[in-house]
């Protein structure tokens, strides 16, 4: 039927009709759902048009009337990734006016941002954004915040995947790397799985990690590889730029902050800037607060004069390495440069766990921050007041404030008791050691009196002897004979015995004062007596004549000396016993008979049938070989256990007892008794209780959540002085930006 009515129809009909149709479709309004922005301005613009396409025209009676919200004449704005967003049309939405001051801002003088904008292209800062392809989502939010006034020729994007968004291209830092690491190593086993992600036109969204499980994603394993290839490819595209400043896409950047701290640098001195941590011996910029590296860093590390592929050959050696940015400061430092500490500047720590108050961050200005929301936050000052201050009060439970001041525990107290004990029992022993000493050269000055007593009359008896021998023989010329024996010695003259009596009576009278005495004339006669010197007037040698010795303590001072051998003729002609064994060969036989611990085992005999029982001693002995070795264990185990108490022992008593008044020594009982404290402390801001512990907190801040009961505590109680804080933070107003830490 149709082709029937088709014949009917002219030819030229069916022709006008066509090319109606066509010009129609050709000329109708453009509607591009699909818009392309030139760059990320583009973006902002469009996000921010509804704002100026308001009118606000004057009533009869001079009282503005608000007309509706109407779609601007700009292409549909649309999300970065997925889906479209269409302007909405609805009559129901008021809006407030724009102000004079911000449409003139926004028609004809450059914005505040785009004046940063150009002082960072003058001053040559590039900027590089690290990313994931799990993190596309949260590059989008970046484009129209952090980076809504950055060009093309602004920034560099690497992530692991090659793609783009917006006007950007997203380069993948990973197309370098070792194409045997790449298609084996297991930290790319989710590069694999994104690129063939991409190949099938699989949603990449469904390979997003969980950020609870740390440092065990995948992508986070897989980012180490990235740090040194980025910054080798970013020096390639950008050879000549002064500063490059490294980000990521959880990092917040106050770009005039920025701008203004990389003013106090020179870009010609090799610097590496970041906020320092530390493993090992090298200290490595924190990649989430950011870094940057200067010009002359760029050339010692990738210039010229440097080998090829730097990148490629730490790919071997970043297997046995945590992560990317520690060894980006390891390869930096290889050529000479080592990590500039920026901190507070460049910041890692949340504005909830940040130390705010009196020598801790307050006036110095937030360059970046990590995990951070976009702001107008320019100091620490800032921070606090925005984030901490509504939120601290005199007291909140299942709450740890992170004070990290002043601690008073019940083991402290039982601890500092137990000091003090020690210390008073060191001092009693000490004080009886002196009184045992003082008492000992009291009784060796009696002791020395009776000797210089008795030496008296020995010398008045040798005096006689003397005399008495001079009359026997005075008729014989020649002088009596010695035996061949040293002559006498004269002794050190006896003490006085006023001074022995005086020093006595000193002696007894400073007895508690502990005054010192000195021995004097003991040593000499206790040598003289162990050398035979003179003694009494008579020479001894009791090593050769102990009978001498025998008549000493049998007849005393009095006895006579032993003639010698020579002098005595039936001692003379006395024949040697030759019959009398050697002390020598005595001693020789003695050590070749057998003892009887020397016996052999084996010679164990059966008492019934006189065998030897070989297995019987081999147990025998094993036996005794693991007795002997428990005991060894045993002392060795009691040894060491003595000397960890003595190291301990020692360890107490050189501690200092610490001076506690009676509000800290109870400051640990209850959450009251630790409040009483900190409020009597005027450096306490803050103050945090559990089970037996208090600690004080010289500085404020916010802290995070406690769960009761954690490890048996019980429940973690904070409280703030707030009057003190407020009134601390009102005296310390931040009138200009410090640039000085601590």
Not at 55 to 73: I, K, R
Not at 521 to 546: C, F, R, S, T
Request: one cysteine or more.
């Amino acid at each position: 039927m149709l082709q029937a009515l088709a014949r009917r129809v002219p030819f030229r009909a069916l022709c006008f009709i066509a090319v109606t149709l066509y010009l129609i479709f050709h000329d109708r309004p453009p509607r591009n759902f699909i818009p392309h922005f030139k760059d990320a301005r583009s973006i902002s613009k469009c996000l921010q048009s509804n704002l100026t396409s308001i009118l606000w025209t004057p009533d009869a009676d001079n009282t503005p009337s608000q007309h509706a919200f109407t779609c601007p004449a700009c292409p549909v704005c649309s999300n970065a990734t997925t889906a479209t967003l269409p302007c909405s049309t609805s009559n129901d939405v008021p809006l407030p006016p724009p102000s004079p001051a911000e449409t003139t801002r926004i028609d004809s003088t450059p914005s505040p941002e785009q004046q940063i904008m150009d002082s960072m292209r003058a001053q040559g800062i590039q900027v590089v954004f690290k990313t994931g392809a799990q993190e596309l989502a949260q590059l989008a939010i970046n484009l129209g915040t952090t980076l809504r006034f950055f060009d093309q020729q602004d920034v560099l994007f690497f992530s692991d995947m090659h793609d783009s968004i917006g006007p950007f291209t997203v380069h993948d830092a990973l197309r370098n790397v070792n194409q045997n690491i790449r298609d084996n190593h297991p930290d790319f086993e989710i590069y694999r799985k994104l690129k063939q992600y991409h190949m099938t036109g699989q949603n990449i969204q469904d390979l997003v990690e969980d950020s609870s499980h740390g440092d065990g994603r995948s992508g986070w394993k897989l980012d180490k590889w990235k740090f040194l290839h980025m910054i080798e490819e970013a020096f390639e595209m950008r050879p000549n730029a002064k500063w490059y400043v490294f980000i990521e896409t959880d990092s917040y950047v106050m770009w005039r902050n920025l701008v203004a701290y990389l003013q106090r640098f020179d870009h010609r001195t090799p610097l590496f800037l970041g906020s320092a941590l530390g493993y090992g011996s090298i200290a490595f910029a924190h990649g989430g607060s950011g870094y940057v590296i200067s010009n002359a860093a760029m050339n010692k590390l990738l210039g010229p004069a440097q080998p090829e592929d730097i990148a490629a050959r730490w790919d071997s050696k970043l297997q046995g390495v945590c992560c990317g940015d520690m060894a980006l400061a390891d390869a930096l430092h290889a050529k000479g440069v080592d990590l500039t500490g920026a901190h507070p500047f460049f910041n890692g720590y949340k504005p909830t766990t940040l130390t705010y108050g009196p020598q801790q961050h307050w006036c110095q200005p937030v360059v970046t921050m990590h995990h951070v929301i976009p702001a107008d936050f320019t100091l620490f000052a800032d921070l606090y007041h925005y984030f901490v201050e509504p939120h601290i009060a005199h007291k909140t439970d299942n709450w740890d404030n992170l004070s990290h001041g002043p601690t008073y525990t019940k083991e402290m107290l039982d601890e500092d008791h137990e000091i003090s004990e020690r210390k008073k029992k060191l001092d009693d022993n000490r004080r009886e050691a002196e009184e045992r000493k003082l008492m000992k050269d009291a009784d060796d000055i009696m002791e020395q009196k009776r000797l210089n007593e008795d030496d008296r009359k020995d010398a008045d008896n040798s005096e006689d002897d003397i005399k008495g021998e001079a009359m026997d023989n005075e008729d014989d010329t020649q002088r009596p004979d010695h035996g061949g024996r040293r002559p006498k010695r004269p002794l050190q003259p006896p003490m006085d015995d006023n001074l022995v009596d005086a020093t006595l009576d000193n002696t007894a009278r400073d007895l508690f004062g502990r005054k010192k005495l000195r021995r004097r004339g003991w040593e000499v006669n206790e040598q003289a007596h162990n050398k035979g010197w003179e003694i009494n007037g008579k020479v001894e040698h009791k090593a050769e004549n102990k009978k001498h010795d025998e008549m000493e303590k049998k007849d005393g001072p009095e006895a006579q000396p032993v003639e010698d051998k020579q002098d005595n003729p039936e001692t003379k002609d006395e024949p040697a016993n030759e019959n009398k064994p050697d002390r020598k060969e005595e001693s020789e036989a003695k050590n070749d008979s057998p003892s009887k611990d020397d016996s052999d085992p084996h010679d164990n005999v059966d008492r019934k049938d006189g065998i030897p029982n070989p297995k019987d001693a081999e147990e025998e002995r094993a036996k005794k070989e693991v007795e002997e070795r428990r005991k060894s264990e045993e002392e060795a185990f009691q040894r060491l256990a003595i000397e960890k108490e003595v190291e301990r022992q020692m360890a107490l008593a050189a501690k200092p007892v610490r001076e506690l008044s009676e509000s800290e020594k109870v400051a640990h009982e209850s959450f009251a008794n630790c409040r009483k404290v900190c409020a009597e402390k005027q450096e306490c801001f803050q103050f945090v209780w559990w089970k037996d512990t208090c600690k004080l907190g010289l500085s404020f801040r916010l802290g995070k959540y406690q769960e009761a009961d954690r490890l048996g505590e019980g429940t973690v109680s904070s409280g703030w002085m707030v009057q003190r804080i407020r009134d601390w933070t009102a005296e310390n107003a931040c009138t200009a930006p410090r640039w000085e830490w601590y």
